[in-house]
């Protein structure tokens, strides 16, 4: 059934009373389900295991990942399936758009803790009480559901701004319950089918789960099915051919570095290719060219010349680790070209700016018989009028007695919290992209200059920031579908708070049982959480930020090598020109200063395979681009999203359950 829209002239000339009676009449479903115990239940379950896949993902690349489209796909089956066993009635329309709302909510929790929240921990070099942690988090997510719906009568009702993003939910949503279902049964199926396959790659290649199989519990010798590195096979090879064993095989070197100890040499990991997928070409080749740039080129010459030292000397041979390698060079042009790349494209739109706050003084008209309707469905207005200052001083209180922000900085940070809320919202209106890394600098900068004593002051405001314009936006994507498939825009808002529980309460313990658990009192916080298997680029990102301001405001300058700042000014002129040309070309030019920063900082062993994930569905798209009734245009250019997420649901949940695995195996054994 197509969704029904209103036209740009009726946008433009009609009155938001007669859009709302328009709504009321021809969208709005009445009593159809939609908050049921069953969507709630299945909302809080999927969205705490999908929160765990992007806890994992976000600390590997910096980014949080949409899981929308994922839990609908989910559920439409799970529920179609039991419906025909005679288990379950079908999920109605609306209890999946509710449901939907709760698990997003739930996948986006994880946004601090690999920002803002790990960051504080590196630059204080202590630990986050875990209750601290969870409850900050939770305050400033329910912030953001106080500030966004003030908004969502100007963005939705009135303006009807696309929420693209939230709109292909919809248009989703719309065709699995209609007569194309069978559309969404074939995408669930594919996507189950790839997360088992993954899951089973990943089991069987996981070190302390094959540990724990076979040597624990077997009492076998341990056999290696999968190597960890995609270079073992070639180093096997090698040994076979010479008839040695593979340690006697020396290891590929640049310039006398093993390329293992800078990260050089890719791992497998499907979930990173998933990732790539949804990336696409144009980013992930201007990772690559950023990686190979500097990793490939300029770290080994500056480890000879002695820019860069080594990490530790064992026997008299140094040993290199990507995580210090990365901190003491390629961290500071990589951090500069992602900020002034991003504020850059930032204040190029002054419209977004300015129309974010047009009709925020408007008068107020008496309330028609529309209007009384509407407020019986929406969230009363009255609720974040009494909520922001309440739940607002909640957040100053935590900022100041557990982090250490004066009370007057914390009671500053509102009023511009909700300001930039209001810029976020608008650009995530049009773009569905939402600016929270420049607004979160913007905030770092503004009170790194006017608190230069404490560090936490820049990072916990603009963690402040991030959490709550993020909430807010993301809450107002989710309401768009609602809105264009007749829902209660009450209903999701309730929604929309159980999901920031249920992401809590996942993503929190699991923080610190992946990455805290092999810590101990006195040790580098910044090393633990970098030395693994993941990167946490968003936080040393936010560090790097916070080290600079701290440098700078001190007057004791800026503690990295001569070549560092010559690569911060350059990097910075890339990240400038880059992005006005990519603007000016109206992004026809096939240049991303962002996309070549962050292959800068990342790993470069995930930016490989993101590369290399991103290069299969672009040949693929090719090949099937014009036989669109054939399988492969079916499966590969249709089904891209649940292919990805199969790879990134399938080899993170493993991924997650072979640490916990190697925790037990230490605590048991």
């Known amino acids: 059934m197509a969704i029904e829209h209103l036209s740009d002239e009726q946008i433009r000339t009609w009155t938001i009373d007669q859009k709302d009676r328009w709504w009321l009449e021809r969208v709005w479903k009445g009593d159809m389900p939609q908050l049921t115990i069953r969507s ?9 295991i999908l929160s765990a896949t992007n806890l994992y993902i976000g600390a590997k690349t910096g980014w949080t ?12 089956a799970m529920f179609r399936v039991m419906s025909r066993m005679g288990l379950a009635r079908d999920f109605s329309l609306l209890e999946n758009n509710c449901m939907q709302s709760i698990a997003t909510a739930a996948g986006y929790m994880t946004g601090p803790l690999i920002s803002g929240l790990a960051a504080y921990m590196m630059v204080t070099n202590a630990i986050m009480p875990w209750h601290q942690m969870l409850l900050f988090n939770v305050v400033l997510s329910l912030l953001g559901v106080l500030v966004a719906f003030p908004m969502k009568r100007r963005f939705i009702n009135d303006e009807q ?8 939910c919809g248009v989703v ?37 094959q540990t724990a199989l076979q040597v624990k519990l077997l009492g076998m010798e341990r056999a290696r099915w999968i190597p960890e590195h995609m270079l073992d096979w070639v180093y096997w090879g090698m040994a076979k051919a010479r008839g040695v064993t593979i340690d006697k095989i020396e290891h590929f070197r640049l310039r006398g570095i093993p390329i293992e100890q800078m990260g050089l040499a890719p791992a497998m990991d499907f979930a990173m290719l998933g990732a790539g997928g949804l990336m696409g070409m144009r980013s ?3 990772m690559m060219a950023g990686m190979v740039v500097v990793w490939v080129g300029l770290v080994p010459w500056l480890i000879q010349v002695g820019d860069i030292t080594p990490a530790r000397v064992v026997d008299g041979a140094a040993v290199y680790t990507r995580a210090d390698i990365l901190n003491k060079w390629p961290l500071w042009p990589g951090v500069c070209i992602v900020v002034l790349a991003s504020l850059v494209a930032f204040f190029a739109k002054p419209q977004v700016i300015l129309s974010a706050f047009k009709g925020l003084f408007g008068k107020r008209q008496a309330r028609s018989e529309t209007a009384e309707a509407m407020s019986r469905i929406e969230l009363p207005l009255w609720i974040s009028i009494v909520g ?7 957040g100053v209180w935590m900022a100041h007695e557990w982090f250490g922000v004066k009370w007057y900085w914390g009671a500053l940070s509102i009023p511009l919290i909700i300001a930039l809320s209001l810029i976020a919202v608008s650009s995530t209106a049009l773009t569905s992209i939402t600016p929270t890394g420049a607004l979160s600098k913007i905030t770092q900068l503004t009170f790194g200059v006017l608190d230069r004593a404490n560090p936490a002051t820049n990072l916990m405001t603009a963690c402040m920031t991030t959490e709550v314009s993020s909430n807010a936006a993301n809450l107002l994507m989710d309401i768009k579908p609602g809105y264009m498939l007749g829902a209660k825009p009450r209903q999701q808002a309730i929604g929309h708070c159980i999901g920031i529980f249920a992401g809590a309460l996942a993503s929190t313990p699991l923080f610190y049982l992946l990455f805290l658990h092999s810590y101990s009192p006195g040790e580098d916080v910044g090393e633990v959480l970098t030395s693994g298997e993941f990167s946490f680029v968003a936080a040393v990102q936010w560090r790097g930020i916070s080290d600079v301001i701290t440098g700078v405001t001190s007057g004791q300058g800026l503690s990295i090598p001569w070549s560092a700042q010559v690569a911060m000014i350059v990097g910075s002129a890339v990240a400038i020109v880059g992005e006005i040309v990519r603007i000016a070309s109206r992004n026809r030019v096939p240049i991303s200063p962002v996309a070549l920063g962050l292959g800068v900082v ?7 395979w993101m590369f290399m994930g991103s290069l299969v569905f672009w040949m693929a798209s090719l090949r099937y681009a014009r036989r669109k009734e054939s399988f492969g245009h079916r499966f590969w250019v249709d089904t891209r999203e649940p292919i990805c997420a199969g790879l990134i649901a399938g080899w993170s949940l493993m991924g997650i359950a072979d640490i916990l695995i190697g925790i037990a195996n230490e605590k048991l054994w």
Do not use: W
């Open 40 to 48: 709630a239940i299945t909302g809080f379950m999927l969205g705490g």
């Open 65 to 76: 990942l949409g899981v929308g489209l994922t839990s609908v796909i989910l559920a439409f």
């Open 161 to 168: 701004a696309p929420f693209p993003e939230g709109a292909a």
């Open 173 to 209: 949503l719309d065709t699995l319950y209609s007569s194309a279902a069978a559309v969404g049964l074939f995408k669930a199926r594919v996507l189950l089918i790839v997360g088992l396959a993954t899951a089973f790659l990943r089991l069987i290649s996981a070190e302390a789960t």
């Open 284 to 286: 992930t080749l201007n």
């Open 388 to 394: 922001i200052p309440i739940i607002g001083a909640v």
């Open 602 to 608: 990342l790993p470069p062993e995930s930016t490989v």
